[in-house]
């Protein structure tokens, strides 16, 4: 399993050793080991860089497919959620506001959500998106 996330020449490091990327990827590798029906990550790629981000989605997505996991994800990022969900459910002040395809949650939406304007969605990261996923990816 370090393997598949790409961490197998880490496998003998402690953790204060590995980036935050690196432990993030552990973590999935640790739910993974506990044959979970369904895996709950909160805000898996809060504080990492575009490119550690990057790998952890797409190690879960890779990982979850596999194994046909359900996998609910709890992000902030807008794209990224975009990108990688099968359904994604839009949350404002506790309550649901969008449950759909991502390709149904179009700008409009988006500000509607955020309760602001187009051009200030990028930086408004008050409200979460839950990215559910039921089985595979795609």
């Not at 449950?99 to 304007?117: C, E, F, K």
């Amino acid at each position: 399993l370090l393997k598949t996330v790409g961490l197998e020449e880490h496998m003998y490091k402690k953790a204060g050793e590995l980036s935050g990327g690196q432990m993030q990827r552990v973590g999935i590798c640790r739910a993974i080991m506990q044959k979970p029906d369904l895996i709950l990550a909160d805000e898996p790629i809060a504080s990492l860089d575009p490119k550690s981000s990057k790998k952890v989605m797409s190690h879960l997505k890779a990982i979850t497919e596999e194994r046909g996991l359900t996998c609910l994800v709890n992000l902030h990022q807008v794209e990224i959620a975009k990108k990688y969900a099968t359904r994604i459910i839009g949350v404002k002040a506790g309550e649901i506001v969008f449950d759909g395809l991502p390709s149904g949650l179009t700008q409009d939406v988006i500000a509607h959500i955020y309760d602001t304007q187009d051009d200030e969605i990028e930086v408004m990261e008050n409200e979460p998106f839950v990215v559910v996923e039921e089985g595979v990816y795609g």
